[in-house]
């Protein structure tokens, strides 16, 4: 049976307002004007992080304004998802986040439709694995167990090669 939980989540998150780049390039006279500066280099948008603790945050935004940066807000965010827990006898356990109750509800019970009908295909190792790591699974499992002289041994060759750091196979395609 599926379990459906809410599940909140609480960050804080510093970010520079776009502004300040200009504002800070005005103020070259000033030392710390420079450090400002190397900070901004990249855009506002980089020196914006998010921390779970309140004191992290409040320590970064307090470094920012010691360089000049005086753009600087501290805000709290409050996250809210839906956690879909699916565990029935003889099916793998299944365990999906979503943003809101309907497509929570709506996802279990496809699912565990799938798991009743015997339809339910679990993608899970497949999404983890490249073609290049199950060629060569294959070439371990399959062909590694004949003996050396078997004729499928010395008439297919390699499935895998690597050459200057990319898996390609025998007819040469490159393969990730």
Not at 58 to 78: D, F, K, P
Not at 93 to 121: C, D, H, Y
Not at 122 to 128: C, N, P, S, T
Request: hydrophobic share 30%.
């Amino acid at each position: 049976m599926a379990s459906i939980s809410k599940r909140t989540g609480r960050s804080w998150k510093v970010s520079v307002e776009p502004g300040e780049l200009e504002r800070i390039s005005a103020l070259k006279g000033r030392g710390l004007a420079s450090q400002a500066l190397q900070a901004l280099q990249a855009g506002p948008q980089r020196l914006d992080r998010t921390f779970s603790d309140q004191r992290d945050a409040e320590g970064l935004a307090a470094h920012y304004r010691s360089l000049g940066i005086e753009g600087v807000t501290v805000r709290r965010r409050s996250t809210l998802a839906w956690q879909v827990r699916i565990r029935i006898i003889g099916a793998p356990s299944l365990t999906e986040t979503f943003p809101n109750k309907a497509m929570a509800e709506q996802w279990a019970r496809e699912r565990e439709g799938e798991i009743a009908k015997r339809s339910f295909v679990d993608y899970r190792e497949a999404e983890r694995k490249s073609l290049a790591d199950l060629l060569l699974q294959y070439d371990r499992d399959k062909r590694g167990r004949r003996p050396k002289d078997d004729p499928d041994r010395v008439r297919l060759p390699p499935l895998t090669t690597t050459r200057s750091n990319r898996s390609t196979t025998s007819t040469g395609l490159g393969v990730r």
